[in-house]
């Protein structure tokens, strides 16, 4: 595995994490394929994929749950990323919400806390006030935001009053690339951690495709003996500031996606498919 450091804290973080949107059920709590996906995450971890992403809304709160049992026995060598959601953003939510995901993680702290969508009905200095305070108990290492728009971005930076912000997670990917019209570039500058969520375009970057586009992304893929996720996964992760958090349900998507790293494509070719792309 590769390592980068998140935002400016010192600490290095797998360049490839796993994500985790369905396990434990979607909007609602499924407990069907539960031992599937404790598998699945378990090879993840195995093969060095050892930053796990979550949220307390994913299976109303499930998944959080599913993630404290794959990673039972080996917590402290793993990151974990939660999200507390938009409808928490006050104070004493924010307070709850963790106390609750800390109970669910079964686990004494969170490695890094996002605040999952912005929310203008509760200024941001008082939600950043409660992240601040959990950092000083213990109980979060990390404060980030995601879905923030530049200008939210540097608002939540600028609220915080003794700690940095981390990190910005937002949609990223060969087929969505809005991102570049300024926050990718600000997040360099200041030096804040992308994570990039559906880097895979929700899998629609193995199953769509024939053009000009797709011939690109294969030629690629293949002058390394890659697939295409595994190009797709790597054009995202040479770049900066940006890890990436595919989800796997499967161990042989799991086994494909770790391929993402361990090479690297040539600036020529990240152009070529940039134009490709565009
Ligand atoms: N912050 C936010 O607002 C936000 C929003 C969306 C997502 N996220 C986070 O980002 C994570 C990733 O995003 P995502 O789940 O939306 O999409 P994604 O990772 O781009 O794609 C996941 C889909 O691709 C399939 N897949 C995975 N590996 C594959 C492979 N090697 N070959 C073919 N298909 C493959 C998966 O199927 P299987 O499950 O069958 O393997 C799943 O259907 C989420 O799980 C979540 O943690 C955050």
Redesign the pocket.
Known sequence: MEFKELGRSGVKIPVLG??????GGLSTRSEARDEEAIE?LRLGLELGMRFV???EM?GRGHSEEVVAKAVRDEREDVFIAT?VSAEHLSGDRVLKACASSLKRLQTSYIDLY?V??PNPRIPISETMKAMERLVGEGRVRHIGV??FSVQQTREAQEALSRTRLASN???Y?LLNRSIENGLLSYCEKERITI?A???????????TGRGERWRMLDQVASKYGR?R?QTALNWLIIKNPVVA??????L???R??VGGVGWKLSPEEEQALNQAFK
């Open positions: 796993m994500g985790t949107w369905g396990i699945a992403d979550t949220a994913y999200k996002q999952h969508w995601s879905n997670q937002v949609e990917s994570i969520y559906s880097p895979l375009a929700q899998g629609d970057i193995s199953r697939t996720i958090i595919p989800k796997a349900g499967s042989k998507h799991v494909e996606n």
